[in-house]
């Protein structure tokens, strides 16, 4: 066993691994970065493309739909299709989607545009954690994974800020292309160092499981994301549609499940969930990525609706904490690899836990010093959970469970993103319809002013409610003790 470990470990060093992380993360950077960064801008899109804020959000909503329908199949795709086949292919849809959207004259190419770029992404995200998996011996893997981490929590939380500052200067089509040439450094870079490193194994391709998957995730994404939609694009929890696509959701994804079960090769294999921390790493992270995107969407629309900030300042107060989040992510990494996850997550999760408390007392008078504290606070508690409970989990799983393990993380990354924010939005005009349906003058401004921050603060009494079931489950987390046997047993028991 002892010889094994050490050939596995010459073998990994014959990667060249600083050109090919470099690729890979500069790339995802972009990718992710590309997700959010017009967040900022779809009310003056509104205006110069003369659409609603129910057309306008599908700029967001189609990106997420594709994320959602594609990263599922993404674990399949890693058994068929070479290394260097799926990084070129992703970058090609990056790079056009990004060029078409740069040059976009009317909506309907810019969201033809969304849906190339998000090909892109969907395609990388799981490719990027999967090469990850094979290039680090184990005990190097947490600094590695923190690296990854800081792309998947940095890039999308400085999208609002950096495109809030490209847009106070230039026209929004300059979002893209100021990203169009990283893409194509990404692409040059992969082609010239990335080794084709996956074991193809080209499973039977069963198309009831893609069609089930498609339906499944794509229903529940489209339908969270529909019945939470800002402001007045939101379709409600009782719109026919969105209960339609909810149902069709839920209903093929059970099936999927029990298909995916019984089958030899299955495209996604649930058999993952067998693996004890591989699941409570899943629980959390789950419920760490509603908690950070609900306050991420709920924070900006308060600082720009209950207290009139400028959207610019708004990206700004949120930048401390995201960019120390980002780096703290590597060093989280490296004290996993010494210290193991356990006590991380734990202080990680009551942090979040005491912030989350202390902004349901968030109010007009709130100072944005306070906002800053309390988000930079947050942002190093989820930087505590993220990567070690995602590590921790992925450890655990036998080499060949690998892309499966990827695919079921990533897509339920994508699902909790829709569901966080479309239950807090939920939440938020929940609480401030029951606030102005109480007051004698519900059209006063200081009536409208007080009733959102009523529903704000039950937004963030909802994330809290996440954070303390995160710190009951977070109390299981065990570090996954991995010898070089452990790559072919099964189960920890």
């Not at 110069?48 to 967001?60: A, C, D, R, S």
């Not at 969201?111 to 992404?121: D, E, N, Y």
């Not at 349901?360 to 990567?387: A, C």
């Not at 993380?409 to 109480?438: D, E, Y």
Request: hydrophobic share 55%.
């Amino acid at each position: 066993m002892k010889a094994g470990s050490v050939q596995d470990q010459q073998e990994t060093k014959q990667y060249k691994v600083f050109p090919i992380l470099f690729a890979m993360l500069l790339s995802g950077f972009i990718g992710l970065f590309g997700e959010t960064a017009l967040n900022v801008a779809l009310t003056p899109l509104m205006g110069l493309l003369e659409v609603g804020p129910t057309t306008i959000q599908w700029l967001t909503t189609g990106y997420l739909l594709v994320l959602g329908i594609l990263v599922p199949v993404s674990g399949m795709l890693l058994q068929w299709f070479s290394t260097r086949q799926l990084f070129t292919t992703s970058l090609i849809f990056s790079i056009a989607g990004t060029l078409v959207a740069a040059i976009a004259p009317s909506f309907e190419i810019l969201l033809v545009a969304r849906v190339l770029q998000a090909v892109g992404t969907a395609l990388l995200l799981p490719l990027m954690f999967n090469t990850i998996l094979v290039i680090f011996p184990i005990e190097k893997r947490g600094a590695a994974m923190g690296l990854i981490g800081l792309v998947i929590m940095f890039a999308p939380a400085s999208g609002p800020s950096i495109s809030g500052l490209i847009l106070a200067n230039l026209s929004w089509h300059w979002i893209f292309w100021i990203s169009l040439p990283f893409f194509i450094i990404s692409l040059v870079c992969g082609l010239l160092f990335l080794p084709n490193i996956s074991n193809l194994t080209k499973p039977k391709i069963d198309v009831l499981s893609i069609v089930l998957s498609t339906l499944g995730f794509g229903g529940i994404v489209y339908g969270f994301s529909s019945a939470g939609g800002h402001g007045d694009s939101g379709g409600g929890w009782t719109s026919p549609i969105v209960v339609a696509t909810l149902v069709i959701g839920v209903l093929s994804l059970l099936l999927f499940s029990i298909r995916q079960l019984r089958m030899k090769q299955p495209m996604m294999d649930l058999r993952a969930f067998k693996y004890p921390m591989f699941t409570v790493g899943l629980i959390l992270i789950f419920l760490c990525m509603m908690m950070m995107l609900s306050s991420m969407l709920i924070l900006p629309m308060y600082l720009q609706q209950g207290m009139a900030v400028t959207a610019l300042t708004a990206g700004l107060v949120l930048l401390p904490g995201s960019l120390l989040n980002g780096f703290l992510s590597p060093v989280m990494g490296r004290l996993f690899d010494k210290f193991g996850p356990k006590w991380l997550v734990i202080i990680g999760l009551a942090i979040v836990t005491v912030v989350l408390f202390m902004y349901t007392g968030i109010t007009p008078t709130t100072t944005l010093g306070k906002i800053i504290t309390l988000h930079v606070f947050m942002m190093v508690g989820i930087s505590m959970i993220m990567m070690p409970a995602q590590t921790n989990g992925l450890n655990q799983l036998p080499p060949d469970f690998y892309p499966h393990g990827t695919a079921i993380m990533n897509t339920l990354q994508q699902v909790s993103g829709a569901i966080g924010t479309a239950v807090a939005v939920s939440i938020l005009s929940a609480g401030q319809t029951r606030f102005l349906s109480g007051v004698t003058d519900p059209e006063s401004p200081e009536n409208q002013l007080a009733g959102f921050t009523s529903g704000v603060q039950n937004a963030f009494i909802f994330a809290m409610v996440l954070a303390i079931i995160g710190l009951i489950i977070s109390l299981f987390v065990k570090r996954v003790k991995v010898g070089a046997q452990q790559g072919q047993q099964g189960p920890m028991h």
